[in-house]
Structure formats: C-alpha cells, structure tokens
C-alpha cells in the first residue's frame, strides 16, 4: 500500500474537490446548440450555393465560380464583423458561424479591428493573424504533406 | 509575537476604525439595465466615454469615480493624501494614467477582482497607523479591455460556456478618514492564496471559491464570531457556479455557513442579461459595494457586511503554459 504523504493527500484533496466542481458546474445546452450550428451553418452554405449557381448559370467556369463564391463569402463574413452583427451570431451558432470561411475572414477583421488602436504596423500587421494564424500555419503543413504524397506516390 | 491588533492567524482589528466618509459608483450600460440601476451615480451612456480605446475609457472612468467620490464630500483632488487603486490590465494602466491626472500620492495594487477589498483593507490599516487622515480606495474594471487582454478581440463570434461570466464594466470609490460619522471598517483579513487545481478559464467561480471559504472561515474562527453575527456576507465575484460550490465547501469542512449569504457577481446582473454565470472583474464589488451595498447600510437595512472580495490570479501566458489558477480573497468588516 502507498504510503500516504503531503504530496498524495494534496493531489487527493485537489481530486476530490474537481470532483464536486464537475457535479456543480452548469452543463452546456447541447441539443439546442447543435440545433442553432446546423441552422446557421447550413444557411451560410446554402447561401454560398446560391451563389455558386448563379455565377455558373451566368457562364463562369466551376473553378473560376468556386473562387469567386470563397471571396464573396469572405467579403460577407468580414461585412458582417465590421458592423458588429457577426459576434452576435457567433454567440448563438457557435461552431455553425466559426467553421465556414467567413468564420475564418471574421477572426482576422476581428483581431485587425482590435488591434488597429495600436496603429497599422505593430497592431494590425502583427496582430492580425493571432487567432487565424493555427489555422494558417497548420493548414500549409497538412497541404505541404499532402502535396508530398503526391509527388511521391502518383 | 503577533501584533497588539492582529487576531488569530489572518484578522487585524483597529482601534480607529476607519470612516467611511464618502463614496461613488459608475457603471456601463448593460450594468445599468441590471436590477440596480438606480443605486449607482452614474450609468455610462456608452463604452467608450469620447475615447478612442476601451484602456482610455476605463482610465477616464476610474478618474471620474474618484473625483465624485471625493466631490460628495466637498472635497477637492489636492485634499485626498493617498489614493490606492487597482484594476486588471496589465501594468495596472487604467489606475496609472488616472493618478497621473489626479496628482494625488499612489500607490497601485493588484488582486485581480479583489482589488477593491485589497484597498479597503491596506487603507484602513494605513489610517489606524496614524500614517494618513485621508485615503480614497478605488478600483475598476472595463469588459471590452479585460476581453480583449484576457480573451479575444471583442467582434470575434465565441460562444461562451454557461460557467463562464461577464466581466463587469464597472467602478467604485471610497474616501476614507480617520475621524468623523458614517460606516466604518472595524477588522478585516488577509487571504491566502489557494489553488485547487482549476484551470478552465472560462470557470473563475470554481478556481474562486476555495479562496473565499478558506477566507471567511479564517476571519470567523480568528474573531471568535458565529457564522450569524454578519447581516450579510457577501462576496465579490463567485458567480451561481462558485456560489454554490462555495455552500458545498462549508458543509465538508463542518463549518456551518453564513445564513446571509450573496455575491456581487451574481446580484448586479438580470439572468436575462446573457452573463453566464454572472458578473465578475474589479468593478463588479467595486460597484455593488459603493451603490446598493452601502446604500442599504445607510438606510440601516444592513448594520454589519463582510465584504469578501474574491480575486482569480489568472494570466493568459501561464494558463497556455499548463499552470492552474490561484486565487485569493480578502476580507473586511463594515459596521454601523
């Protein structure tokens, strides 16, 4: 058997008490926010859709309209951010308005808008990607890698 | 040896008490829609008070607490010998940049959302020490400053878990002096810091409430005194979540809790108010205290409080780094 010392009956209290904090600690609504991500999410794309669709019904090529719908969606997300309705979006959707693209353009105009108060070069230029840039540095590494394979393989 | 005033392991008791002479309160607008509304001096009309940053803003917003505070007692700037003040940002800027324009001696003091309490404390023992006649204690907290220090820029879409709170934008003043009438600080005590291994940051009831227990029960068990002898114990910014831990914490411990038992965090705001848990950040005791709280005193609805203010020693760097939250909580007894 251990022998009980200061260290174990600390770490024993420090359980013990996290215990307690789990039991009393409010649960998140799950149901109702995956509810409100699913909307949201699902009206963000059907929108790009519709876009989609319309600059392919107006002749642009597939690659081409792809594009031009991603720069439309970021324009839309940024918009949304700069007149102050997508963090109000944000608080309901959760993970519906976070993972489309203009989820994406809104935490860059997000952290440019926070940090212009402390002028263009050290505030916007070094603190724009501060939250985007995991997404950035680990979405060129996966796509490096990926890239690798290729070569390599087929 | 312990002191001629110390008590029991934690406490101090004064022989002159500090007075309470005058105090202010301003909030923000969202504190103002809040069931208090009307007990607090002033209710920002916006966030940003004519500035062009939240850390402006708070600065502007100390000054003018301060100012009031000490106007209430026909007081001008230059009559106030000390001011001891505090708030969440880093290098205490907010209570920086307003002593500079205030030009009174400072000294500037950081316990996170206990900061209030902190001052109270400190400038009652300055004055029993016949240091000071005349000590203005302050503290303040901005919501979009402490979001974007501690959390993320303020337009970013987060959805918030429901332990988590709002920190309140918030401040509140008091003049104290070592002769005269009103309410005034018979003992307090000064916490230790206590880490219970939390380190969800968007849960500072759960790191806070292990402070405030170790806290009360110190101050009760130092001064002999029932867990009654208080019309109202109330601490700073433990939220529901910390609230109701904190009741648990007194039933393991044997000790019986106090009967009057609230929180400034969770009385400043309306459960519709989308806050969480409820409110937290300096000024959310700060305010409560120096509005409602005191209000209540003068009408003589409470006679004796114990403010308890709850401060979690959180930092962003160390949190990422794996390190848990301590947290403190300071005591002090306000009779009259």
């Not at chain 1, 949304?80 to 203009?102: C, E, M, Q, R």
């Not at chain 2, 406490?11 to 002479?21: G, H, K, Q, S, W």
């Not at chain 2, 009103?182 to 849960?203: C, E, H, K, L």
């Amino acid at each position: 058997m251990e022998i009980p010392n200061a260290e174990n009956l600390k770490q024993a209290e420090i359980d013990e008490y996290d215990s307690l904090v789990q039991q009393l600690k409010p649960k998140p609504p799950l149901l109702k926010h995956c509810f409100w991500a699913f909307v949201v999410g699902g009206l963000i794309c059907v929108l790009a859709q519709i876009i989609l669709d319309f600059l392919q019904a107006g002749g642009m090529g597939q690659t081409d309209a792809s594009s031009v719908t991603s720069v439309i969606m970021i324009f839309l997300g940024a918009l949304l951010t700069g007149i102050g309705v997508y963090d109000k979006l944000g608080k309901t959707a959760g993970a519906g308005s976070i993972v489309p693209i203009t989820g994406f353009s809104n935490v860059i105009v997000a952290s440019a808008m926070e940090f212009k108060r402390e002028g263009y070069i050290f505030g916007v230029g070094a603190h724009i990607f501060s939250i985007a840039g995991p997404t950035l540095v680990f979405g060129f590494a996966v796509s490096t890698l990926i890239g690798l394979i290729k070569l390599l393989f087929m | 040896m312990p002191g001629p005033k110390k008590r029991g392991m934690q406490t101090v008791i004064f022989d002159n008490p500090a007075i309470l002479a005058s105090w202010a309160s301003v909030v923000g607008p969202k504190e103002g829609e809040g069931p208090w509304g009307n007990d607090f001096d002033i209710i920002m009309p916006d966030y940003l008070l004519g500035e062009e940053t939240w850390e402006k803003a708070e600065n502007k917003m100390l000054k003018q607490t301060v100012e009031l505070a000490l106007n209430k007692a026909g007081l001008q700037n230059n009559e106030a010998e000390l001011l001891l003040a505090g708030d969440l940002l880093n290098q205490l800027v907010a209570s920086n940049f307003a002593a500079a324009e205030l030009s009174i001696p400072f000294l500037g003091l950081y316990g996170a959302c206990s900061t209030m309490v902190q001052a109270l404390l400190t400038g009652s023992m300055l004055i029993d020490g016949g240091f000071f006649e005349r000590v203005v204690t302050a503290a303040c907290s901005h919501h979009y400053s402490a979001e974007r220090q501690f959390r993320f820029p303020t337009e970013q879409g987060v959805q918030k878990p429901p332990s988590s709170q709002w920190t309140a934008t918030a401040a509140g003043a008091v003049v104290l002096e070592s002769s005269g009438t009103g309410p005034r600080i018979t003992s307090a005590t000064i916490g230790r810091v206590v880490d219970m291994g939390q380190s969800d940051v968007n849960d500072m009831g759960s790191a806070m409430a292990p402070a405030a227990a170790d806290t009360i029960k110190m101050h009760l068990q130092d001064l002999n005194l029932l867990p009654d002898y208080y019309d109202l114990v109330v601490t700073g910014d433990l939220g529901k979540v910390g609230m109701a831990i904190l009741g648990q914490l007194f039933g393991k411990e044997g000790v019986v809790p106090p009967p009057n038992h609230s929180d400034c965090g969770v009385l400043l705001f309306d459960e519709k108010q989308e806050i969480g848990s409820g409110g937290s950040g300096c000024g959310c005791c700060a305010s409560m205290f120096c509005g409602p709280l005191l209000k209540k005193m003068i009408k003589a609805e409470i006679k004796k409080l114990l403010l308890v203010g709850t401060g979690a020693l959180m930092s962003p760097t160390t949190n990422f780094q794996g390190s848990t939250i301590p947290a403190i909580a300071h005591a002090v007894a306000i009779e009259y």
